[in-house]
DNA sequence: AATGCTATATATAAGAG
DNA sequence: TCTCTTATATATAGCAT
């Protein structure tokens, strides 16, 4: 009968935290469910447990959520929520967008299909030859980028010299 | 006072609906935030609004628990919540599997900025020219798939067809 | 581990400001 | 559009099964 007020802190008991935590994920779940159907709207609520268990509810399918938010969401949220409707558009500086148009045709290409084939089982070196192959197509983007930013900034940059360096920190 | 038991229903009327779709949404992010504490776990919650807006909550960002995600699940969620620890491993067939490991480790690199530039700001050439690699490179990979999977299917192909519809509706 | 129960905590629909 | 209030709907902690 929920004989005390619920601490918002970590359970400390392994299985009670356990079946408290499945039986949150499911409510959170239904929540989700008539969320959606409430609203005729699309979301998610993905969770992954302690185990590194990842657990799903999306409508109409977590992809096709995931798919429609990376295509809209132009910033990270770091644990604070966020609205994310219009485009951020700031100036071209060095720093890293977590997001960039490019990123996101990939994913977009990625999560549609426009692969058409199944090739989960292929063998791991496959998998190492195809990321060789991107970081390859990377360093090539990269160049290119730089190449146009250092035009760019001979013509529109405005004032405020210095101080970041165009070459420092992106991320991780 | 919620007069009435609350429908599960489309709300009618525009206004009220946008209303209660703010709380509604705020109500789950809250909950998210909650359960993430209360448990340590990492959760997301992501809504993609009428007009298109999304907005999303996640611990320890959304971006995170994407990758972690994207990361374990191999399987799609249509609108119906599933667990995800497991391996699906089904044949190798034309059509497209939702999110294989392959393209999942793609993702991964994306969204965990191992492209480590900003190359959001490039013209459109560039990036046709990487799709065009892209593409290339599936080509390359799916031929390997094929190949693998016609020796496999020499030894190890059991015959019962249908079982879950791995080859009729994917997704767009 | 999952399900049912029930007292209590939380969320929230409708008004009001 | 937001916040506050308040009556009511839902979720859920602790327990039993």
Same mark, same amino acid.
Request: aromatic share 4%.
């Given at each position: 009968?929920?004989?005390?007020? +619920?601490?918002?802190?970590? +359970?400390?008991?392994?299985?009670?935290? &356990?079946?408290?935590? #499945? !039986?949150?994920? !499911?409510?959170?779940?239904?929540?989700?469910?008539?969320?959606?159907?409430?609203?005729?709207?699309?979301?998610?609520?993905? #969770?992954?447990?302690?185990?590194?268990?990842?657990?799903?509810? =999306? &409508?109409?399918?977590?992809?096709?959520?995931?798919?429609?938010?990376?295509?809209?969401?132009?910033?990270?949220?770091?644990?604070?929520?966020?609205?994310?409707?219009?485009?951020?558009?700031? %100036?071209?500086? /060095?720093?890293?967008?977590?997001?960039?148009?490019?990123? $996101?045709? +990939?994913?977009? =290409?990625? /999560?549609?299909?426009?692969?058409?084939?199944?090739? =989960?089982?292929?063998?791991?070196?496959?998998?190492? %030859?195809?990321?060789?192959?991107?970081?390859?197509? $990377?360093?090539?983007?990269?160049?290119?980028?730089? %190449?146009?930013?250092?035009?760019?900034?001979?013509?529109?940059?405005?004032?405020?010299?210095?101080?970041?360096?165009?070459? =420092?920190?992106?991320?991780?």
């Amino acid at each position: 009968m929920v004989r005390r007020r +619920i601490e918002i802190e970590l +359970i400390e008991d392994k299985p009670k935290r &356990h079946t408290t935590f #499945t !039986k949150r994920r !499911k409510g959170l779940e239904k929540k989700t469910r008539v969320f959606c159907n409430k609203f005729d709207v699309e979301a998610a609520i993905l #969770t992954v447990s302690e185990a590194g268990n990842a657990f799903g509810y =999306g &409508h109409p399918s977590v992809d096709m959520v995931l798919d429609r938010y990376l295509d809209r969401a132009p910033e990270e949220n770091n644990g604070v929520e966020e609205r994310l409707d219009g485009e951020v558009e700031d %100036e071209v500086e /060095e720093a890293a967008a977590p997001l960039t148009e490019v990123e $996101k045709r +990939i994913v977009d =290409g990625i /999560e549609n299909g426009k692969w058409e084939v199944a090739i =989960g089982d292929l063998g791991l070196e496959e998998l190492g %030859e195809l990321e060789a192959e991107m970081r390859k197509i $990377k360093s090539n983007v990269v160049a290119r980028a730089r %190449e146009i930013a250092a035009s760019e900034k001979n013509v529109s940059d405005g004032g405020s010299s210095a101080g970041n360096s165009s070459s =420092g920190s992106f991320r991780s």
